[in-house]
């Protein structure tokens, strides 16, 4: 099967040219200015931007959360991201207390195996790692899980302490592997929590003003300091703040390996966002919506380097049933909102349309960074001779708006209700194969695989 993409404006994290791409068993096989070759199908893509497709690195498909399940599942989920021209994610698997590494990565692999329709690979939700852990965390490592998120947070679910993130950080980074942590004391933030119910403050908008920068910063700096006494990297999930990029910052202008992903949500949604009814709950996801001066300080981040990658932390639930749970007390609302239909369409409208970035910025951001980092590239992440024909064809003249109606996502808000967006996916290939055309999903579900990673950090 051959395909070719003709007249396109092929751009990269470092390219930007015009030319012709030919597809062969999956993989681009040739670049040129003009190519004559036969091929079984011939893409026109004239005036369009040819670009790598999209890698999200922070998805929860099937997510047991909160007494519920996030609403997404592995077939959803991944043509809801291939919708939005992301071609690769990589979820969550997760580690329950008491039980093995191995048995979250198996029922990991079960929940997506026969669903998705575009590439993924696991990270593992470490929640017990005790020196013993290390051959089943180095097993893990060869079979491609090679990165491992530890929390400060959501203690007796999900968080671990000191000593735990230590040894973990220190034996991943023996193996190239990579720790991952949601950076907040969530020690202290329960005991705020504690302090506002009794008060009475039970709506959504108490969920953000119970989790305040400063233990987002205190969480980072932590992280940073267990790292660099681990002699490993550290990466950062979901940062949400000027108070904790600053953190990250600073190591980084020290020589630490220090790196963060931030989300869409915390570039251009807010505080403001919860009002004061449980609409709110719309946006209670962790960490929460922030002050809108901490946008432009994020954009920054990201246009600086002091942030590498833009992941979603795509964590639906719907309103009916899921985070209705928690109307009588904000703490009870399952903590996660949609997003990974929306990243790439969201950024180049924000950062390139907006001047905030430059084109190769936001491929480097979206895709390519996030393959280095997580041990992918150049199958992933580039368009090059030999690499995945992971493509996405992208109309940037074209308006559209943002409506639960034209939306994937198995939610039922959409949370950019309205919003105006310059730049649309038309076009997305999977390994050669046409996944979006026209509006329409043309692949089979299960026809997704699992991608085996290697080493972290080849940034
Ligand atoms: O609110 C969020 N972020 N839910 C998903 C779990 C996590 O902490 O990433
Ligand atoms: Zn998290
Ligand atoms: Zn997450």
Same mark, same amino acid.
């Given at each position: ?16 040219? /015009? ?10 096989? %040739? ?9 079984? %199908? ?27 399940? =996030?609403?997404?599942? *592995? ?53 017990? *790692? ?15 899980? #090679? ?65 305040? #920068? ?17 002699? #490993?990297?550290?990466?950062? %999930? ?9 953190? %990250? ?22 505080? +403001?966002?919860?009002?004061? +009814? ?79 970035? =430059? ?7 979206? =895709? ?5 980092? /997580? ?11 030999? =690499? ?72």
């Amino acid at each position: 099967m051959k395909t070719l993409i003709k007249n396109g404006r092929i751009v990269t994290a470092v390219d930007d040219y /015009f030319g012709d791409i030919l597809i062969e068993d999956e993989q681009v096989s %040739v670049i040129g200015k003009t190519l004559e070759m036969e091929a079984d %199908v011939i893409i026109d893509a004239s005036g369009k931007l040819v670009i790598p497709g999209g890698i999200d690195p922070h998805t929860h498909m099937e997510l047991p959360f909160g007494g519920t399940e =996030s609403s997404d599942d *592995f077939f959803t989920g991944t043509r809801a991201a291939a919708f939005g021209g992301t071609t690769t994610i990589i979820d969550f698997a997760v580690q329950n207390k008491g039980e093995s590494m191995l048995k979250g990565a198996d029922t990991w692999h079960a929940k997506a195996e026969g669903k998705a329709v575009i590439d993924y690979g696991f990270h593992l939700i470490t929640t017990d *790692f005790e020196d013993q852990n290390k051959p089943e965390m180095f097993k893990l490592i060869d079979e491609g899980i #090679t990165s491992f998120k530890l929390f400060m947070a959501y203690p007796g679910v999900f968080l671990s302490d000191d000593a735990t993130i230590y040894r973990a950080m220190s034996a991943a980074g023996e193996r190239g592997g990579l720790v991952c942590m949601h950076a907040e004391n969530g020690i202290v933030i329960n005991e705020i929590i504690k302090k506002f119910l009794a008060d009475g403050r039970t709506a959504p908008k108490y969920h953000a003003l119970t989790r305040s #920068t400063i233990a987002e910063a205190e969480g980072v700096h932590r992280a940073i300091a267990l790292a660099e006494m681990a002699e #490993t990297p550290v990466y950062i %999930v979901h940062l949400s703040c000027t108070d904790a990029l600053n953190q %990250v910052r600073q190591a980084r202008d020290r020589g630490i390996p220090a790196f963060a992903e931030t989300c869409p949500q915390y570039l251009f949604l807010s505080i +403001d966002d919860y009002g004061d +009814d449980f609409e709110g709950a719309k946006y209670v996801m962790t960490p929460p919506l922030r002050e809108k001066h901490n946008h432009d300080e994020l954009w920054k981040g990201l246009k600086m380097d002091d942030l590498q990658t833009i992941a979603t932390d795509h964590c639906p639930f719907c309103m009916k049933d899921q985070k209705e749970l928690g109307r009588d007390d904000f703490s009870k609302i399952p903590n996660g909102a949609p997003g990974v239909e929306y990243r790439m369409e969201l950024i180049y409208n924000g950062g390139v349309v907006e001047n905030r970035i =430059s084109l190769n910025r936001f491929v480097e951001l979206t =895709s390519t960074a996030a393959a280095k980092m /997580f041990g992918m590239f150049p199958k992933k992440g580039a368009i090059a001779v030999g =690499s995945d024909a992971d493509i996405v064809i992208f109309d940037t003249e074209k308006e559209h708006i943002f409506t639960l109606e034209a939306q994937h996502m198995n939610v039922d808000y959409c949370a950019y209700e309205g919003k105006t967006i310059k730049g649309k996916v038309e076009t997305v290939l999977s390994r050669g194969r046409v996944v979006i055309e026209n509006g329409e999903c043309l692949v089979d579900k299960g026809s997704g695989q699992f991608i085996k990673r290697g080493e972290c950090v080849k940034i």
